[in-house]
């Protein structure tokens, strides 16, 4: 069983950056693709950013991203402490959501939804004009 915690969400005028963290229990995080979702009011819910549990190189790791936040996000994860940042720059207005951290048991970074196993309560990020 997994319990994933977010944290770092906050209100942000445009153009600003936030970062976010979440919080793994299970000393199996090392074995878990993460990834980062987010919800606006009204719409579905979106993958933002996914990374997978086996690196590529020293604390180097597979990422994939969302077209809509290539270039200004960036997830990174430390096996060693079980924790799941994504670093959000240059934020925009309609980059406001609750963002969700998730964990999936298939090792690998994937951008659907019905494959991540467990799933934080999320932490809301407000981005004003």
Not at 88 to 93: F, G, Q, Y
Not at 98 to 121: H, I, K, L, N
């Amino acid at each position: 069983q997994e319990q994933l915690v977010e944290s770092g969400g906050g209100l942000v005028q445009a153009g600003g950056s936030l970062r976010l963290s979440c919080a793994a229990s299970a000393r199996t995080f090392g074995t878990y693709g993460m990834g980062w979702f987010r919800q606006a009011p009204g719409k579905e819910r979106e993958f933002v950013a996914g990374t997978s549990a086996s690196s590529i190189g020293h604390n180097i790791y597979y990422a994939d991203y969302a077209n809509s936040v290539k270039g200004r996000f960036t997830i990174s994860r430390d096996n060693a402490k079980s924790t799941l940042d994504l670093q959000m720059n240059n934020l925009k207005p309609e980059d406001t959501a609750v963002y969700f951290c998730a964990a999936t048991g298939r090792g690998r970074a994937t951008s659907r939804a019905y494959e991540y196993d467990y799933w934080g309560q999320g932490t809301q990020v407000t981005v004003s004009d």
